[in-house]
């Protein structure tokens, strides 16, 4: 039995503009480092008599990127490599393909923001932090 979070790290895996391992909750300043980071979520959005309701998995997705100083369009290009992702979530939901999240009902998996952030850079300047923000919905 999977839990949700291993579920999870599978079906991200599953993302083909991956070109490094895809960690979990462990990430460094490396270039091409990806981690899936766990956002303190799992709580209830609408709960019924009986224990059951619909319950929410937030997390976020960390990439290291190279950086340029900004003498070219190398930034623009990292940041569309970013969005990408976002645009493989939103396919993910239009063709209802979810995580399997055992003995739940997966029923939306949506990014919470428009585009990714640049969440900083290291101090030598050459590598970025991307940070995309999304949440599954699934009745428990």
Not at 94 to 117: K, T, Y
């Amino acid at each position: 039995m999977d839990s949700k979070h291993e579920a999870m790290l599978k079906y991200l895996s599953k993302y083909p503009g991956w070109g490094a391992f895809l960690r979990f909750n462990s990430v460094t300043d490396e270039l091409g480092n990806v981690s899936v980071q766990t956002v303190y979520s799992n709580q209830w959005e609408k709960r019924y008599i009986g224990g059951h309701g619909i319950k929410r998995y937030d997390f976020a997705i960390v990439s290291m990127a190279p950086q340029d100083p900004g003498t070219s369009h190398a930034n623009a290009d990292r940041m569309q490599e970013a969005q990408n992702f976002m645009e493989w979530i939103d396919e993910q939901q239009r063709a209802r393909n979810f995580p399997d999240f055992e003995g739940c009902r997966v029923l939306s998996i949506e990014n919470l923001q428009n585009m990714p952030n640049l969440a900083g850079v290291n101090a030598a300047g050459n590598v970025a932090k991307y940070i995309i923000q999304c949440r599954v919905r699934y009745y428990e």
